[in-house]
């Protein structure tokens, strides 16, 4: 069967088995079906990003060149956890090693020419990485409580509060992104929680608009 018509036929099923399908197609030589493989979880790798590095441009780089470490080693995808999960640790990886690296050389500029891998395909590039779930919410004056308070926890509670709270991962797909066992992600996950309530529930006491509801004795619940 061509390409071509595997690319006419429509995708069915969950997540998981659409996402096995489009692997074996882009595995098969339709390299083009990448983005479409990615674009359900561009959010994901950008919040991912940003969660470690703070700084949107950086988190827009890394973002990008996610998705092109991850087609390149696509092949090595064993789907012993989802995609999406597979997808957010390589954005997490990277992120932490753009970190480290902005830490060591702090003064000296990096910039480097992409290096072609000489298959000729580029992934088309990923726009709106920015229009994250934090945006859905009503209140702008909120929403930026709310970055504030995240951005001012430690890296390690920031990320899994991200993962599990904003991008609704599972303990267990935020543990396998993150590299650690679900205990230590339940343990960062009510410190986390319970950081945030101690940095906003001041802020959103005084409140009319009954916000403080929301958050006030939920730090075994969603923050997002």
């Given at each position: 069967m061509t390409s071509e018509a595997h690319s006419t036929r429509p995708l069915t099923g969950s997540p998981p088995s659409r996402d096995a399908e489009l692997i074996a197609r882009i595995l098969g030589g339709e390299r083009e079906a990448f983005h479409e493989l990615v674009q359900p979880y561009e959010k994901s790798v950008y919040f991912a990003a940003f969660s470690v590095l703070q700084n949107e441009q950086d988190a827009e780089d890394v973002a990008q060149e996610t998705v092109?470490?991850?087609?390149?080693?696509?092949?090595?995808?064993?789907?012993?956890?989802k995609f999406s999960t597979w997808l957010v640790s390589i954005a997490i990886n990277e992120a932490r090693a753009r970190l480290r690296h902005a830490r060591v050389l702090q003064f000296e500029s990096v910039d480097q020419a992409p290096q072609e891998d000489g298959t000729g395909f580029t992934p088309a590039v990923i726009t709106d990485w920015r229009e994250v779930p934090l945006q859905a919410l009503e209140r702008k004056e909120l929403r930026e409580l709310l970055r504030k308070a995240t951005a001012s926890l430690p890296e390690i509670y920031r990320e899994v509060l991200l993962l599990r709270d904003v991008e609704e991962?599972?303990?267990a797909e935020t543990a396998a992104a993150?590299?650690?066992s679900g205990g230590v992600i339940k343990t960062r996950l009510l410190r986390a929680r319970l950081m945030m309530q101690k940095i906003l529930a001041p802020q959103l006491a005084?409140?009319?608009?009954?916000?403080?509801?929301?958050?006030?004795?939920?730090?075994?619940?969603s923050w997002f």
């Open positions: 092109l470490k991850a087609l390149k080693a696509l092949h090595s995808f064993r789907a012993e956890s991962f599972s303990i993150l590299g650690v005084s409140k009319r608009s009954g916000l403080f509801g929301l958050f006030k004795g939920k730090a075994g619940g």
